[in-house]
């Protein structure tokens, strides 16, 4: 097992949002986690990257117990982290975004790793040179993405990243996009994520989750009832 949270419990000043969460990731495997607006999601993978401690409750990776670690601390033990709504620096170029993210690699490292990066993104090669706040939304999202993936970690933890306003056929190149991550790499991932049917498909494992737990969901196309999913298409 690379990842197993315990009994993770988390509030936002004295408001408990988090009961009890269990969730495991395998070696290699895509795990997805669904559920309505506001059930926990992102605050979950906020945890599982050390933004927010838990209050009780363990979390171990890759047999080390990683619980009380800080951020840069999950970054070097290899979890990757994208925010919901991504982050890049708008007055930079794209490569120069790449440069920043990968500093703590060495110039070996950084520079096979960018030729992956620009095998999975192609338009990111082409628009290297472009200041990071003219992207379009998709293009500024597979740049986040990518400024995560320069440290090749072993856990992604992605938190909606075909969201942003990508056209469907962008949101359907982010999904192939992870699945490449996943299947090449052996990256295993946490996805959070709205577009549950396509969350689904490249999924091995789903977790549903409401009011602050999670629930694991053994064939979720066919156990999902049709509630949960007309709940959760909004
Ligand atoms: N920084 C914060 N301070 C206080 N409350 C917060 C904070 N962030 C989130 N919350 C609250 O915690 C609850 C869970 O939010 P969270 O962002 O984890 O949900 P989510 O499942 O990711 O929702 P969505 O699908 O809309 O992204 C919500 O009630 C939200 O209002
Ligand atoms: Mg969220």
């Known amino acids: ?51 927010l401690k838990t ?35 708008p007055s930079l170029a794209v490569q120069d975004n790449l440069r920043l993210a990968g500093l703590k690699i060495s110039k070996k490292e950084f520079t096979s790793n960018i030729q992956w990066i620009y095998e999975l993104f192609p338009k ?9 706040g ?15 993936l320069v440290h090749k970690p072993k856990l992604l933890l992605l938190d909606e990243p075909s969201a942003g306003g990508l056209t469907p056929l962008l949101s359907k190149e982010v999904f ?3 699945k490449r991550i996943n299947d090449e790499e052996q990256i295993s991932i946490i996805l959070v994520e709205q577009n549950i049917r396509e969350a689904i498909s490249i999924a091995h494992s789903t977790y549903f989750m409401k009011n602050g737990k999670a629930m694991y969901c053994e064939n979720p196309l066919k156990n999902l ?10």
């Open 55 to 89: 209050e009780h409750g363990k979390i171990t990776f890759n047999n080390e117990n990683i619980t009380l670690l800080e951020p840069h601390q999950h970054i070097n033990k290899g979890i990757a982290y994208l925010i919901q709504g991504g982050k890049v620096f």
């Open 124 to 132: 990111l090669r082409e628009l290297k040179t472009r200041r990071a």
């Open 176 to 178: 192939t996009t992870i």
């Open 225 to 234: 009832t049709n509630v949960m999913f007309e709940e959760l298409i909004v």
């Open 1 to 51: 097992m690379l990842l197993i949270a315990e009994n993770i419990f988390a509030s936002y000043n004295k408001k408990p949002i988090l009961y009890g969460v269990n969730l495991q990731v395998k070696c290699g495997e895509i795990v997805t986690i669904i559920g309505p607006n506001g059930s926990g999601k992102s605050t979950l993978l906020k945890v599982l990257a050390g933004h």
């Open 134 to 148: 003219l992207l379009s939304g998709g293009e500024k999202q597979m740049l986040a993405i990518s400024m995560i």
